[in-house]
C-alpha cells in the first residue's frame, strides 16, 4: 500500500514518524476519515470544514491547502486502486524535538499522514440490514468532544466493553443522556420524530449527521435536536447511528432490549438510502 508522509508517497513500510512527535507522545493530534465510494469522496468539504475547525481550537496551523488535500487523496485512491474504502487524515503538531506539555513555536513543522483501507462494498455492509446491537456505558470522555483528536482510548475501552457482552457497540451516557456512539452520533425515532443530541462541546459534530438531518428535512421529517435517556431509547420506535464509515446504520438493540420490532426501522433504513444515494451523486 502507498501512504503519504509529509508530501511524499511512499511504500507505508517506509513511512516513518519520530518517536518524539507530539502526536506519538501527547496524542497533540487530529484526524479525519472520508469514505470512499466507486472511486470517489463522499462529503470531502465537510470533512475539510471541521479538520479547519479541529485546528483553530487546538492552534495548530493547516499545512495544505483544501486542493492540496483533495489531490493528495485523490492521487491515494488512485495509486491504491481503492473502488470503496476509506481515507485517513491525520495532523500532528510535529516533533519539537523534546517531550514538553507547552506547545512548541508555531513555525514547528506539522506531521500529515494520509493511507487508505479498502473496503469492498462499504455500502452493502450486511450489518445495515440486521442492524447492530448497543449497550450503554458512562462517558468519561474530556470535555471537548468536538475536536476531533486522536485521544480515543476511551473510546476503544468502551468498544471492548460491548464485545465482551456480547453487543456492537457502545452508547455513552453522560449525566443520565446518551451523548454519542463511539465513534458514531446516536439518534432514536419516536412517533415520526427524528431526535438527536444538540450540538455542543459534548459531541462531536458529525458530517454525516449534517447531512442526514438536511435529508430528513428535505424529505419533510420532523427532526428534534435534544439529548435523550436511554429508557427513552429502550421505548422508541427505532433507533440508529451515523457515521462516516457506517453511513446510516440501524440499532436494533439496547442493553439487550430491542428496539421497535427488534428489526431495522423504515425511517433510518429511508435515510441510508437518501443518504447513500445523495453523497454519491455529490462524490468528489
Ligand atoms: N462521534 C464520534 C465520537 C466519532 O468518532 C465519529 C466518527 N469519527 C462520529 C461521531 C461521526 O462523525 P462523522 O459522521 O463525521 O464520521
Given amino acids: 500500500r502507498t501512504v503519504y508522509l509529509n508530501g511524499d508517497y511512499l511504500p507505508e513500510d517506509e513511512a516513518k514518524v519520530s518517536i518524539f512527535d507530539r502526536g506519538f507522545v501527547m496524542a497533540d493530534a487530529i484526524y479525519e476519515v472520508t469514505s470512499v465510494l466507486g472511486g470517489k469522496l463522499i462529503d470531502f468539504g465537510g470533512h475539510m470544514a471541521r479538520l479547519k475547525r479541529s485546528m483553530d481550537a487546538l492552534d495548530m496551523q493547516n499545512p495544505l491547502s483544501d486542493d492540496e488535500f483533495l489531490t493528495a487523496h485523490r492521487e491515494l485512491v488512485t495509486r491504491n486502486g481503492i473502488e470503496d474504502g476509506l481515507i485517513y487524515l491525520q495532523v500532528t503538531r510535529g516533533n519539537p524535538g523534546d517531550r514538553d506539555f507547552a506547545y512548541p513555536p508555531a513555525d514547528t513543522a506539522p506531521t500529515v499522514v494520509m493511507f487508505t483501507q479498502s473496503k469492498p462494498g462499504l455500502a452493502d455492509n450486511p450489518a445495515a440490514k440486521q442492524g447492530i446491537r448497543v449497550i450503554s456505558t458512562e462517558d468519561l470522555r474530556w470535555g471537548r468532544r468536538d475536536i476531533k483528536t486522536v485521544q480515543l482510548l476511551y473510546p476503544s475501552m468502551a468498544k471492548m466493553e460491548a464485545k465482551a457482552k456480547g453487543a456492537d457497540d457502545a452508547w455513552l451516557v453522560e449525566d443520565g443522556r446518551v451523548t454519542e456512539g463511539t465513534s458514531n452520533n446516536a439518534y432514536i425515532v419516536k412517533g415520526g420524530t427524528i431526535i438527536t443530541r444538540e450540538l455542543s462541546h459534548d459531541i462531536l459534530h458529525g458530517i454525516t449527521r449534517a447531512a442526514v438531518l438536511r435529508f430528513a428535512k428535505e424529505a419533510q421529517m420532523k427532526v428534534e ?60
Fill in 225 to 284: 435536536e435534544r439529548a435523550f435517556t436511554i429508557d427513552e431509547a429502550k421505548d422508541a420506535d427505532e433507533a440508529f447511528v451515523t457515521s462516516a464509515s457506517a453511513f446510516v446504520m440501524p440499532v436494533v438493540e439496547i442493553d439487550g432490549v430491542s428496539v421497535g420490532q427488534g428489526t431495522p426501522g423504515p425511517a433510518a433504513t429511508r435515510l441510508r438510502e437518501i443518504y447513500l444515494d445523495e453523497s454519491r451523486k455529490a462524490a468528489v
